[in-house]
């Protein structure tokens, strides 16, 4: 039982590269997330989806898109990275209403 | 809009002292709060969880939190400092009812631990 699992752990991308993060659970839930960590701001949303075929904005989407693949797996996308876009991201799961599990962590670095 | 507080970007305490991390929220009714914890390089760890009726939840690794309608507070606690506890701890509270747990972050406190 992996849990939340995230790759790659460490991507560096140039301005106006694309690349997706990939997430994977294991855990049979409905509901996942993506947020991005930022020093001294704490956590924020990006996007999340309640269930399979569901997605929805949270507080900081710009720049970003989400797709569902199945109810496992659920990536994230930059089109056209930006500086501003260096950042920890988080993928987590969790049933509705209940804590949410977190993976590793993927640390983007865009130059 | 929900919002957490945590007003303690970083402390220091020595090992085997007491220690309290200090949560405040705003939200509109009673929501879902969290403790979280996260190592240097790690995702994230729940340490404990306050959904309904006892105000006092204990935690893992014996940390333990009492939730405070009428201070709108969830503060961490734990009676003994040990030196792998040094890491940073989030605050975090969630809406309720909803088809998902979407959770606002407090932006933590750094626990440093000295020997």
């Known amino acids: 039982n992996a849990g939340v699992t995230q790759t790659p752990k460490f991507q560096v991308l140039k301005t106006g590269q694309s690349m997706t993060l990939q997430c994977a659970q294991d855990?049979?839930?409905?509901?996942m997330y993506w947020y991005r960590q930022d020093p001294g701001m704490g956590l924020r949303l990006i996007y999340y989806?309640?269930?399979?075929?569901?997605?929805d904005k949270g507080e900081v989407p710009n720049g970003y898109n989400v797709s569902r693949l199945n109810k496992r797996e659920f990536s994230l996308r930059l089109e056209s990275a930006a500086p501003s876009q260096t950042s920890v991201y988080f993928c987590?799961?969790?049933?509705?209403?209940?804590?949410?599990?977190f993976g590793p962590g993927t640390r983007l670095t865009v130059t | 809009a929900q919002s957490v507080t945590q007003p303690d970007i970083h402390i220091t305490v020595s090992e085997g002292a007491s220690l309290e991390l200090r949560c405040n929220y705003s939200y509109g009714a009673t929501p879902y709060l969290f403790w979280y914890v996260q190592s240097p390089g790690q995702g994230l760890q729940l340490l404990l969880k306050y959904f309904s009726g006892d105000t006092l939840v204990q935690g893992i690794k014996g940390f333990e939190a009492e939730f405070k309608r009428s201070q709108s507070s969830f503060n961490l606690r734990k009676p003994s400092v040990h030196w792998s506890d040094a890491a940073e701890y989030f605050c975090a509270v969630g809406a309720r009812p909803g088809t998902a747990s979407k959770l606002t972050f407090g932006t933590g406190t750094r626990l440093q631990v000295t020997l």
């Open positions: 987590a799961s969790s049933e509705p209403e209940n804590e949410q599990y």
């Open positions: 855990m049979n839930h409905n509901s």
């Open positions: 989806s309640a269930s399979e075929g569901t997605t």
